[in-house]
């Protein structure tokens, strides 16, 4: 049974920093792509940060591109998420996600592409 537990959420003033972890269990980070996703309240779940098997390769959100940064550790079987230069729109509940080279991959975060998810870890930005 494959479990994304993510932590390090928490609340945190405009430009302040946070780091995400998502510790996976029966799931071999690196054997496919993982990402993270968000959702504001009354929003839509959005794609901020995509990592993909193999080649290492990121992809980010306009919104997020030169603040965040994913990263994964093989050896601990972790995926990372580095968030600097916080802003107020960047509150929300942030979730990681796996899917298995082979499945159907939408675009680069497409939340569809994924088919495993953490319960999410709440980032609160003040002003």
């Known amino acids: 049974q494959v479990q994304l537990v993510e932590s390090g959420g928490g609340s945190v003033q405009t430009g302040g920093s946070v780091r995400l972890s998502c510790a996976a269990s029966?799931?071999?980070?690196?054997?496919?792509?993982m990402g993270w996703f968000r959702q504001a309240p009354g929003k839509e779940r959005e794609g901020v940060a995509t990592?993909?098997?193999?080649?290492?390769?990121?992809y980010y959100a306009d919104s997020v591109q030169g603040r965040f940064t994913i990263s994964q550790d093989n050896a601990k079987n972790t995926v990372y998420l580095q968030m600097n230069s916080l802003k107020p729109q960047d509150t929300g509940m942030y979730y990681c996600?796996?899917?298995?080279?082979?499945?159907?991959?939408?675009?680069?975060?497409?939340?569809?592409?994924?088919?495993?998810w953490g319960q999410g870890t709440q980032v609160t930005v003040s002003s």
């Open positions: 029966g799931y071999t980070v690196g054997s496919g792509d």
């Open positions: 990592i993909w098997r193999g080649s290492g390769r990121q």
């Open positions: 996600a796996a899917r298995r080279a082979g499945d159907v991959n939408y675009t680069v975060l497409d939340a569809r592409s994924f088919r495993y």
